[in-house]
Nanobody, 124 residues
Framework: QVQLVESGGGLVQAGGSLRLSCAAS????????VGWFRQAPGKEREFVAA????????YYANSVKGRFTISRDKAKNTVYLQMNSLKPQDTSVYYC?????????????????WGQGTQVTVSS
């Protein structure tokens, strides 16, 4: 397994932007697909975006498509989530997750390493 640490969360006004980072250590990150998930208080965890190990394929939840972009820098062992045009309903704790697989997935059960989460709060 890899150890994951998220950063970049914070408080932003609606319409603003944030970039989340997911830094990996422990094993090479290159052979892992990575996903971002989020969970708001009282709600179930939901899929946000995912990227394949090769970075050739990316997937997004309909709610963030066109506003969020997932990318990875293999040299830095880091995956990013660029979030633009943020809305109050994007407020959640955001988690990155890694799975030793080529193909990215929107299913949380496909990932076996998780970070501790970073809070994103969007004010109206």
């Amino acid at each position: 397994q890899v150890q994951l640490v998220e950063s970049g969360g914070g408080l932003v006004q609606a319409g603003g932007s944030l970039r989340l980072s997911c830094a990996a250590s422990g094993r090479t990150f290159s052979n892992y697909a990575v996903g971002w998930f989020r969970q708001a208080p009282g709600k179930e965890r939901e899929f946000v975006a995912a990227i394949s190990w090769s970075a050739y394929s990316t997937y997004y939840a309909n709610s963030v498509k066109g506003r969020f972009t997932i990318s990875r820098d293999k040299a830095k062992n880091t995956v990013y989530l660029q979030m633009n045009s943020l809305k109050p309903q994007d407020t959640s704790v955001y988690y990155c997750a890694a799975g030793y697989r080529q193909i990215a997935s929107s299913r949380a059960g496909e990932y076996d390493s998780w970070g501790q989460g970073t809070q994103v709060t969007v004010s109206s």
